[in-house]
């Protein structure tokens, strides 16, 4: 089960500077223009064998100028809804401000763990200045300087010990588990209210336990699977659901608690930046993917080269992963809705693929024969050994070689290729590692 951790706080207090110390990135490009993509404000962070994720909802607000209290509050319900672990950062050099108070008063009264962490204590003499944020009432402030770093690793102490202790989740290891993804009103309640049909008996919940994100157990029609409820399906939330931006938080924990993803896009009004989001997220996750091509039944042109038309446009958008099914449906008809599961059977099913040693080696031998990788500076590279790795989450495969940093991204892309054309790994990613023999 995939642990949340939310950073909240107003304008300016450093969310960034802090998300990026503890994901050890760059990636949030600290910049105040708004509407710079926003997946970039999503994280994994491992600390002493603990791994979780982490959110900085400030870059989710689309104006990140103009935020005004009501932004600010519905940054901070989201958080208190999704996440276990509350950040609170404040700027330990403007002391308390009133947006301060707004966000302490609100956090006050939710029941999630908060840690309240005062940002910019880059010397000694600013932890003095930290004890005028226990008027917040939210227990003793942590001093960290998020650009130094000083004190992250004391913050993330306190964040792996405020974890839920939680009871594992009764859930079968070899069943696989679907979760259906997308854009608010792409269909997701329709397509899952389509395949559970009126029979809700057939159905059987295991109750998670914080956040109830519900494995909902399916087996009929000889198939036998786990859907894994996100939050949108569960109940209208207080947030108003036209948020756009708040689906992608609550699709992170589906995704990461599913083996393949369905991502849902609404036919009738095509590929949007937040389905690209979402798509980064599966694959940042390493998650099966199958995309489902919603609502066709609205859609006037149904012509073959309409669906050729509709399915590059997808997948030049998500390039360079490309070989993934697209499926086009309707909830609502109840058309190719079981094909969708078939696929998702056969996405799980590669993922799982195992090829012999020997088979392989034969097959890639032959296709570095054809293509050897390019010399660098007069030296060449020899590939002299292929094998897959056994337990990897996803299929992996090592090859062997004299100069294994020499292998430029190019041509790792041309042996993937090959690998897809030779067996069938659609709608998985692959790793390729080079390593010295």
């Given at each position: 089960m995939g642990r949340l951790v939310a950073i909240v706080g107003?304008?300016?207090?450093?969310?960034?500077?802090?998300?990026?110390?503890?994901?050890?990135?760059?990636?949030?490009?600290?910049?105040?223009?708004?509407?710079?993509?926003?997946?970039?404000?999503?994280?994994k962070v491992d600390w002493?064998?603990?791994?979780?994720?982490i959110v900085d909802t400030g870059g989710w607000v689309v104006n990140s100028e103009d935020i005004f209290e009501g932004e600010i509050n519905k940054q901070v319900s989201i958080a208190i809804e999704e996440a276990d672990v509350i950040l609170f950062v404040v700027d330990v050099r403007n002391g308390v401000t009133d947006l301060d108070d707004m966000v302490a008063q609100i956090l006050r009264r939710s029941k999630k763990p908060v840690i309240l962490m005062a940002n910019k204590a880059d010397t000694n003499e600013w932890q003095y200045q930290a004890a005028e944020f226990y008027s917040l009432g939210l227990g003793d402030p942590l001093c960290v300087?998020?650009?130094?770093?000083?004190?992250?690793?004391?913050?993330?102490?306190?964040?792996?010990?405020?974890?839920?202790?939680?009871?594992?989740?009764?859930?079968?290891?070899?069943?696989?588990?679907?979760?259906?993804?997308?854009?608010?009103?792409?269909?997701?309640?329709?397509?899952?209210?389509?395949?559970?049909?009126?029979?809700?008996?057939?159905?059987?919940?295991?109750?998670?336990?914080?956040?109830d994100s519900i494995y909902t157990r399916y087996d009929k029609f000889g198939f036998d699977f786990y859907?894994?409820?996100?939050?949108?399906?569960?109940?209208?939330?207080?947030?108003?659901?036209?948020?756009?931006y708040y689906s992608v938080i609550r699709s992170i924990r589906a995704i990461e608690n599913s083996d393949v993803c369905i991502l849902m896009i609404?036919?009738?009004?095509?590929?949007?930046?937040?389905?690209?989001?979402?798509?980064?997220?599966?694959?940042?996750?390493?998650?099966?993917?199958?995309?489902?091509?919603?609502?066709?039944?609205?859609?006037?042109?149904?012509?073959?080269?309409?669906?050729?038309?509709?399915?590059?446009?997808?997948?030049?958008?998500?390039?360079?992963?490309?070989?993934?099914?697209?499926?086009?449906?309707?909830?609502?008809?109840?058309?190719?809705?079981?094909?969708?599961?078939?696929?998702?059977?056969?996405?799980y099913k590669n993922r799982k693929r195992v090829i012999p040693t020997s088979q392989l080696n034969n097959y890639m031998q032959e296709v570095i024969g054809a293509y050897p990788p390019p010399a660098n500076k007069g030296k060449y590279i020899k590939i002299k050994y292929v094998t897959m790795l056994k337990e990897a989450r996803i299929p992996s495969f090592?090859?062997?070689?004299?100069?294994?940093?020499?292998?430029?991204?190019?041509?790792?892309?041309y042996l993937e290729n090959k690998i897809r054309e030779k067996w069938n790994f659609s709608g998985t990613p692959i790793n390729l590692f080079m390593r010295e023999k």
């Open positions: 107003r304008p300016n207090v450093g969310k960034s500077t802090l998300f990026n110390r503890l994901t050890q990135t760059r990636t949030a490009i600290v910049d105040d223009t708004s509407g710079t993509t926003r997946d970039r404000q999503y994280g002493c064998g603990q791994e979780f994720s300087s998020a650009s130094t770093g000083s004190g992250t690793g004391d913050l993330l102490d306190e964040i792996v010990r405020r974890f839920p202790t939680k009871e594992e989740e009764t859930v079968e290891e070899n069943i696989p588990r679907f979760a259906i993804v997308g854009r608010p009103n792409a269909g997701k309640s329709s397509i899952i209210n389509a395949f559970i049909g009126e029979e809700r008996n057939i159905v059987t919940n295991i109750a998670g336990t914080t956040r859907l894994v409820d996100t939050a949108g399906i569960r109940k209208k939330n207080k947030v108003n659901e036209d948020i756009e609404d036919a009738t009004r095509g590929i949007e930046g937040q389905d690209a989001n979402i798509f980064s997220l599966i694959h940042k996750n390493n998650k099966g993917l199958v995309v489902c091509v919603n609502k066709w039944d609205l859609v006037e042109d149904k012509s073959t080269d309409a669906i050729k038309h509709f399915e590059n446009a997808i997948r030049n958008k998500f390039a360079p992963f490309t070989d993934f099914p697209i499926i086009f449906t309707s909830a609502i008809t109840k058309q190719r809705i079981y094909k969708v599961i078939d696929t998702a059977v056969e996405v090592v090859f062997f070689c004299n100069l294994p940093q020499w292998v430029k991204e190019p041509y790792r892309r």
